[in-house]
């Protein structure tokens, strides 16, 4: 299956989609102390980017 990057317009706005997948984590409810704990480890090395 190709992912398709043509640009498209919606309400407006023209968006153009990146050549190659994106990926978006949502954190909601996570608490700030675990990402810090975790992060003072390196157990989320590219988040700390």
């Known amino acids: 299956m190709a ?3 043509r640009s498209f ?3 407006g706005k023209t968006y153009t989609p990146p050549a190659r997948p994106v990926v978006v984590i949502c954190l ?3 608490a700030d102390e675990y990402l810090d704990i975790t992060l003072a480890h390196d157990r989320m ?3 700390k980017k």
Do not use: E, R
Request: proline content about 8%; glycine content about 8%.
């Open 9 to 11: 317009t919606v309400n």
């Open 28 to 30: 909601d409810g996570s």
């Open 3 to 5: 992912i398709s990057t």
């Open 45 to 47: 090395p590219n988040l």
